[in-house]
């Protein structure tokens, strides 16, 4: 395969704002917000309420740094730059380690998902399919991967829109679902079956797992700032509005929901998403969210694939990975990144074949620890940033909202959802797998730099005249 010197620049501010869409509204919607919901009942919305502000803002602090220093490895580069090369080490491959589980979470809901017009068909095999096709998608050039990724993403945000609005009409039409004897839908069911917090502020708690799961993803804006065609104005449209808009669409579509259904009702009659369709009589309902959701699918693990490939990519120009990963083919694409990555979610097919039920919520709660660690990292890095600007963070480009109460919130915020994630059984293990997952990733950092003074390699790059690129 041709190389050659580095990433192209063709991503618009389109491609960007519906790559994070993509990215970050998918299997937590459709699949894994019934398990949110089971756990917080209606108090879910305010539990999506305070993670999306503080993904807000440590969002705005990852736009700040990328607006300034618009690079590859994003993110990674930041926390190199600013915290240390140990941290940024251990930023970079816990996004890939997290990219790795989203992906592996979302092939497994695939096949779920194709099992329901193929139930014959062993999962493995769809699991198997998606990868292959998947990876060779991520081997096209940039721009038509953001024009492929814009149009699953499109699909996904109507889709998502005709739900609300479908349930809107629903509410309005005092439309019964479920028989003579359901309950009518109402605003009211929001607290009238055991209350607002029906399991208590515990339950409400216990449910930022889940609720933090679905927005992983959401930081790919930072990821294509090194592939923007104007990064100084994309960005800071991305990170203003898609935040803002996968919030909207999580707490809009749920309270529809709960308030068509009562809470203790949603997934376990069957999906709430198929029964709206239905009393509308949308006869093939079950086939029109299948077909979302699958979209939603695909969608998720092209922008998780492309926002680790170039995750890695920057971090092997920093020597903090194999020097292999920096080759780059004649479509501007890394792919030998983008083949790793593929070589990775060949574990997903392993682990649909040989595992039971379950699989999904497992590998969901160790992406949260990954993500909020990632974030937690992001956050550092720009608190670390301004220290080291001084004055000079007047002039920036894109600064922060409500500097500094807002990002210090943000990082109590993180370092209270690994408290929640050691608080309960059945995300403690997800914990232990983070953490032996940063030991074993501290031991590596520890060999390699034993092995680079003993080989006499060149120090890394010095950042400290920190100017802006």
């Not at 607290?191 to 607002?196: P, Q």
């Not at 309270?255 to 006869?283: E, N």
């Not at 730099?449 to 005249?465: C, E, K, N």
Request: glycine residues 12%.
């Amino acid at each position: 395969m041709d190389e050659q010197t580095g990433l192209r620049r063709g991503l618009s501010a389109r491609h960007v704002r519906f790559m994070a869409l993509g990215s970050a509204i998918g299997t937590g919607l459709f699949y894994g917000s019934a398990a949110a919901i089971q756990r917080a009942g209606p108090s879910v919305l305010l539990a999506y309420l305070i993670g999306g502000a503080a993904i807000f803002f440590t969002m705005r602090a990852l736009g700040e740094m990328a607006v300034r220093h618009p690079v590859p490895g994003s993110f990674g580069h930041y926390a190199t730059r600013y915290l240390g090369p140990y941290l940024g080490f251990l930023t970079g491959w816990s996004y890939a380690f997290s990219m790795l589980m989203v992906c592996l979470a979302d092939v497994t809901v695939f096949g779920v998902y194709m099992g329901f017009w193929y139930p014959d068909t062993p999962r493995w095999i769809w699991v198997l399919g998606i990868v292959l096709c998947i990876g060779g998608l991520n081997l096209c050039s940039v721009k038509v991967f953001g024009e492929l990724e814009f149009w699953l993403s499109l699909l996904k945000v109507v889709a998502i829109l005709a739900l609300i609005a479908g349930g809107a009409a629903v509410l309005l039409g005092g439309m019964r679902i479920g028989g003579a004897d359901a309950t009518a839908p109402a605003l009211a069911n929001l607290w009238e079956h055991g209350g607002f917090f029906p399991n208590g502020i515990e339950g409400m708690i216990a449910s930022f797992t889940v609720v933090m799961f679905a927005f992983g993803g959401v930081e790919v804006i930072g990821m294509a700032a090194g592939e923007a065609g104007d990064p100084r104005r994309v960005i800071p449209k991305a990170i203003n509005s898609v935040p803002l808009r996968i919030l909207l669409f999580y707490v809009l579509t749920l309270l529809v929901l709960m308030a068509i259904f009562p809470w203790s009702r949603i997934g376990t009659q069957g999906s709430p998403f198929v029964q709206i369709f239905s009393s509308l009589g949308i006869d093939a309902a079950a086939d029109v969210l299948n077909l979302v959701v699958i979209s939603a699918v695909i969608s998720a693990v092209n922008s998780d694939i492309f926002s680790t490939g170039r995750m890695l990519y920057g971090m092997a120009l920093n020597g903090q990975a194999p020097a292999s990963f920096a080759r780059v083919s004649r479509f501007g694409v890394p792919w030998m990144t983008v083949a790793v990555m593929g070589a990775g979610l060949f574990v997903g097919v392993a682990l649909n074949y040989l595992l039971p039920d379950g699989l999904f919520m497992k590998l969901a709660a160790i992406v949260t620890f990954a993500v909020v660690w990632v974030w937690l990292m992001i956050l550092l890095s720009q608190l670390a940033m301004r220290r080291r600007l001084g004055p000079a963070a007047a002039e920036l480009a894109f600064p922060v909202p409500l500097w500094p109460w807002g990002q210090r919130c943000a990082v109590v915020f993180m370092l209270f959802v690994f408290a929640v994630l050691a608080a309960f059984e059945d995300t403690r293990g997800a914990l232990y797998v983070g953490l032996g997952w940063l030991a074993l990733l501290s031991a590596a950092y520890l060999w390699l730099s034993v092995m680079r003074r003993r080989a006499g390699a060149a120090a890394r790059p010095d950042y400290d005249d920190d100017k802006e690129e």
